[in-house]
């Protein structure tokens, strides 16, 4: 099959599926009597990005596989579409989802250690019905303390295919606090860009105990995976860890 051939099928299953979909979900819909190779849908992706390059939309690469999305300077222009309210989070909720995504995997009481104040209940249960963080096992000590990860949707919500892409922690300009308290140098990451979250119609409750400030969600492109446990190189909270099995 020749490559612009291919590239229009790539094209139009990543417009049908409004998700991302990885080389071996782009073979099969070939079947399977002499599908393509995926060296041929890597060119056929990289003829459509091409493609793309001074149009309004993008051909991008997540964890869960390739998606086309709106580039985020386009956000503005668009934004009048979506009927819905961004959504707003608190400074804590965000601060949460930065220490499990840095510091990984992490429990609790690590999280609370970090920030020096507690960690609600209705933090943590937003965090893990949005599908950002899971349980990725319990810590061997008394009381067995769950240990949270990122997912594989927490990639994909932010445009990442892995965890070393996060920006550096000097770009966290709304959680600078956090930066003396974690003690890190200048190669040390976060993710950078957590008010500016995909298209997510509704909004996360805020929770009543940390209303000290929100930060609002400005939509800038969307598209759910699978979930899956993704760790850090950080693992210095892994020791007496007991393990369960992905989901």
Request: without cysteine; aromatic residues 6%; hydrophobic residues 40%.
């Amino acid at each position: 099959m020749e490559t612009e051939q291919l590239k229009y099928i790539v094209e139009a299953a990543l417009l049908a599926a409004a998700r991302p979909l990885d080389l071996a979900t782009l073979q099969g819909l070939f079947g399977d009597e002499h599908p393509p190779e995926r060296d041929d849908l890597r060119a056929a992706i990289i003829a459509l990005q091409a493609d793309y390059e001074p149009r309004g939309i993008v051909v991008q690469e997540v964890a869960s596989g390739f998606r086309i999305q709106l580039r985020p300077s386009m956000s503005g222009w668009v934004s009048h579409l979506w009927e819905e309210r961004a959504p707003r989070y608190s400074r804590a909720l965000l601060e949460t989802l930065a220490i499990v995504a840095y510091r990984q995997p992490v429990t609790r009481g690590d999280i609370e250690e970090i920030r020096g104040v507690g960690v609600t209940t209705n933090i943590m249960r937003t965090l893990l019905e949005r599908n950002w963080i899971r349980v990725v096992g319990f810590r061997d000590v008394p009381g067995k303390p769950a240990i949270y990860g990122t997912t594989r949707d927490f990639l994909d919500y932010f445009g990442l295919k892995r965890l070393d892409e996060l920006p550096p922690l000097a770009d966290l300009k709304d959680l600078e606090s956090l930066t003396a308290q974690l003690d890190l140098g200048s190669d040390d990451v976060l993710p950078g860009s957590l008010a500016e979250l995909a298209d997510e119609p509704e909004a996360a409750e805020a929770d009543p105990d940390d209303a000290d400030e929100l930060a609002t969600v400005t939509p800038i492109s969307g598209a759910r995976g699978a979930a899956l446990p993704v760790h850090g190189d950080n693992d210095h909270h892994s020791a007496n860890v007991v393990p369960i099995k992905a989901r």
